[in-house]
């Protein structure tokens, strides 16, 4: 009976600190509602694009933002998921940004950084420029904070030669075949 305690007591910890990538989407809308009644619309061609494994239920109504996951810890198809939302919505939907939390290790390389990921793909790191959520009641941009301002040269600096265990997150796009994170809080694991 101990046994069989502690084999279940270790399976929940393991599952309890399982971590996975959570992405952030940034949509703006004409919805006369705003985005929380209406993210049934955007949330059903959201879940149909390739690769996505979850969309969550609701939408944060003071950030235009929703969350999902990707299978595999994949990066999201971006121009798949902007294709599905016109094809479901018209022009009612359009997507602001995406923003992802994501896990891998940071290295320094040609006087930069990239960021792999546990699931394979590398990111080039950067600055944070602009947020992806909305401040719905200023109708603009949320301010960027300080913290997340200095994150990325805090970043680099506390980074070394050797390639480091970090948690990242912050606004992604694609570049030239690749892709870009914009810096705005990192922990190291």
């Known amino acids: 009976m101990k046994r069989a305690f502690l084999l279940i007591l270790s399976a929940l910890s393991l599952s309890a600190s399982a971590e996975e990538n959570v992405f952030t989407l940034g949509v703006d809308t004409r919805c006369i509602y705003g985005l929380a009644p209406c993210w049934s619309k955007v949330r059903e061609p959201v879940s149909l694009v390739d690769g996505v494994s979850w969309v969550s239920d609701t939408a944060v109504s003071t950030e235009w933002t929703g969350q999902f996951k990707t299978t595999g810890g994949k990066l999201p198809d971006l121009a798949g998921m902007k294709e599905l939302m016109h094809r479901f919505n018209g022009d009612q939907f359009t997507v602001r940004g995406i923003e992802g939390t994501l896990l891998g ?9 990239v960021f792999k990921l546990d699931a394979g793909a590398e990111l080039r790191l950067e600055a944070l420029k602009r947020k992806v959520q909305w401040n719905v009641r200023a109708k603009k941009d949320v301010e960027i904070s300080a913290a997340e301002q200095s994150a990325f040269v805090k970043l ?3 980074s070394t030669s050797a390639s480091r265990a970090a948690k990242l997150t912050g606004p992604l796009r694609s ?9 705005r809080e990192f922990f190291w694991r």
């Open 175 to 183: 570049e030239n075949g690749g892709w870009v994170m914009e810096v």
């Open 105 to 113: 290790k940071v290295e320094k390389r040609d006087g930069g950084l």
């Open 156 to 158: 680099k600096v506390e």
